[in-house]
């Protein structure tokens, strides 16, 4: 019989397989008392455990494939070290002697006892070993419980639909490489990370399917419908016919729209609006070109971070961006924006776990600023970029302008740098801040005078104003970019740029949605960087727009406190006449 689960839709498109699901929850683990004369056989299943990890580690490290640009190699053998590591292979043996204890057990001390030792450590980066070793130990821990390995990396995902609890982007990372089809969660939020990057890889993905692993088993053949937000399991004859016809429209549908692909972007009344792309890796600058797209408003740099143990250096970075700035210009490159839902290397797991409000601490540039070296290595290598074509920096989370300040120091003193060593850079190279945190918003007419550009991040910028956690799915439905607050930080925010005479554009999710893209050119918006999937369906939008009745539509809005009267206007807004 069929069963239809209904969620929240984050990436469009409909995608028909066989599931594939993945289990994070970690392994129940309970002590017992082994007896003298077993305890060798308790050691040897330890060994045997410590091995089959080691030959599961090796198997995923084959089938890593070459042109990854995340070093998940690196990685993995990071992990494959930690289990020749005496604090692994012989302590837990020599524990299990000493408590006479079953090797569940001695591991599990043993990982308490490495992980309280790491959280001593003030270096982010050694304090982040500690996810790898629980990461291992999880390992063994599954092999000892008797399971299967069900993790993401060993997994054959050729044309799956993958099912989990959550998705951590440094899962999706891995994701990118193996041609999944859909994906679908039981938690996550409209803007969280993985919907992002679901959007920008141009698969369907659905969030917030509550308990969706109780109904759904593995291999079993379901729909994913990514624009309405539901699954269907084991459909039917007639279902199956039907949404392969919707399949087909689509690719109809999609290949109509590429006929604009080369088409300038103008209103039927002749405003030329800058339309840029969004970005996460530098493969993406394929599917940026797929649309007709040059330019890069956006590009996303944390993702270089995932999947590893030690930060890229400068020359890493340099190689990455070198590979856009071959392909696009001008390119828009974002300085760091780790932590609250870009954590390192596995978002439950975090060594942030014991803040309050992760979103509120140390994130973007307040990381930055505080772990020079990292942020400086990044630095050096986006001021050697702007040699090699036209690069603009933008930096992410501001709050206020003592972090500008503190900022253009940094770069000048690295200016200087570079040219003692005769290394080549632009030396006005343009430095822009994202609009994120409603201060900013607030006083864009105090802060444009003293930066090149801004861009408007409406992810965050939603999620401070209306103190709704992006990723927190109990909350999803405060999630509103037409909220009154919403709509006037947008407006304050272009108008504070306007009248300093600096580019403003938008580079949040909202900026993507077909519904909210007149209102925004309404609101004065006239640069919009999107995703490449939402590029031409903003374009096509764009250029069937008549903008002369817009503005005095669009400020109606802000002074509307009914969502339903919003909503009636945001329909009059999008009429097409
Ligand atoms: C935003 O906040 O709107 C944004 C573009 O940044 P990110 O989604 O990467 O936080
Ligand atoms: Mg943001």
């Given at each position: ?15 028909i397989?066989n599931?594939?699901i ?8 309970n ?5 003298s ?32 640009t ?5 990685f ?27 090797a ?15 959280e ?5 980066y ?31 995902l ?7 609890d ?32 679901a ?41 199956l ?8 429209q689509?690719k ?24 840029q ?5 530098p ?25 590893r ?22 390119v828009t ?7 609250a ?19 509120l ?20 290598a986006?001021?050697?970029a ?21 900022v ?6 690295l ?35 003293h ?24 909350v ?22 306007t ?31 999107v ?12 250029n ?34």
């Amino acid at each position: 019989m069929s069963l239809s689960l209904q969620g929240i839709g984050v990436s469009k498109g409909i995608a028909i397989g066989n599931v594939y699901i993945i289990h994070h929850e970690p392994v129940e683990i309970n002590e017992y008392c082994v007896q003298s004369p077993h305890l060798p056989d308790e050691i040897e299943r330890f060994e045997n455990a410590i091995s089959l990890a080691r030959e599961q580690l090796l198997h995923i490290r084959k089938r890593v494939p070459k042109n990854s640009t995340i070093d998940i190699a690196a990685f993995i053998d990071a992990h494959l070290l930690m289990l020749e590591d005496s604090l692994l292979s012989q302590i837990p043996i020599d524990l299990i002697y000493e408590h006479q204890c079953n090797a569940e057990w001695a591991l599990k001390m043993q990982c308490d006892s490495i992980v309280q030792s790491f959280e001593q450590i003030a270096d982010p980066y050694l304090s982040a070993r500690q996810n790898d070793v629980k990461h291992v130990v999880t390992r063994i821990q599954r092999i000892l419980a008797g399971y299967q390995d069900s993790s993401l990396e060993s997994a054959s995902l050729s044309n799956a639909i993958i099912i989990a609890d959550d998705l951590s982007p440094a899962d999706t990372v891995l994701m990118q490489h193996h041609g999944i089809l859909a994906f679908a969660t039981e938690s996550g939020g409209i803007t969280s990370h993985t919907a992002i990057l679901a959007r920008s890889l141009g698969i369907p993905a659905i969030v917030g399917l509550q308990r969706v692993r109780s109904y759904i088993q593995a291999d079993d053949t379901v729909i994913v419908d990514g624009s309405e937000g539901f699954i269907l399991a084991e459909p039917d004859e007639r279902s199956l016919c039907y949404y392969q016809r919707r399949q087909s429209q689509e690719k109809r549908y999609r290949s109509a729209l590429s006929k604009i692909k080369a088409s300038p972007t103008i209103t039927r009344d002749g405003t030329s609006i800058s339309l840029q792309a969004n970005i996460e890796f530098p493969e993406d600058i394929k599917a940026v070109k797929r649309v007709g797209g040059k330019e890069i408003g956006l590009y996303r740099t944390e993702f270089l971070f995932m999947n590893r143990t030690q930060p890229p250096d400068e020359e890493e970075h340099l190689e990455a961006y070198r590979r856009v700035i071959q392909e696009a210009a001008p390119v828009t490159i974002r300085t760091l924006d780790l932590g609250a839902d870009k954590q390192i290397v596995d978002n439950r797991q975090h060594h942030y776990s014991f803040i309050t409000n992760p979103a509120l601490s140390l994130r973007g540039i307040r990381l930055c600023l505080k772990e020079q070296n990292l942020f400086k290595a990044q630095l050096r290598a986006i001021l050697r970029a702007s040699a090699l074509g036209e690069v603009r920096m933008m930096i992410p989370m501001v709050s206020d302008q003592s972090e500008i300040i503190q900022v253009y120091k940094i770069v000048e003193h690295l200016k200087n740098d570079l040219r003692q060593q005769s290394i080549k850079f632009d030396p006005s190279m343009p430095i822009g801040v994202m609009v994120e945190v409603p201060a900013l918003a607030i006083c864009s007419d105090l802060i444009a005078p003293h930066v090149d550009f801004l861009s408007i991040g409406t992810n965050d910028l939603i999620q401070y104003t209306l103190a709704a956690d992006r990723n927190d799915q109990s909350v999803n439905y405060l999630y509103n970019p037409l909220h009154p607050a919403i709509l006037r930080l947008i407006k304050m925010s272009i108008d504070g740029a306007t009248q300093a005479g600096k580019p403003i554009s938008m580079c949040g999710e909202m900026a993507n949605d077909k519904r909210y893209v007149r209102l925004l050119l309404g609101l004065g918006l006239r640069t919009f960087s999107v995703n490449p999937e939402s590029y031409l369906e903003v374009k096509k939008i764009i250029n069937n727009t008549d903008m002369s009745h817009l503005p005095s539509l669009a400020v109606r809005m802000l002074d509307m406190t009914s969502q339903a009267e919003r909503a009636e206007l945001l329909e009059a807004i999008n009429y097409e006449s």
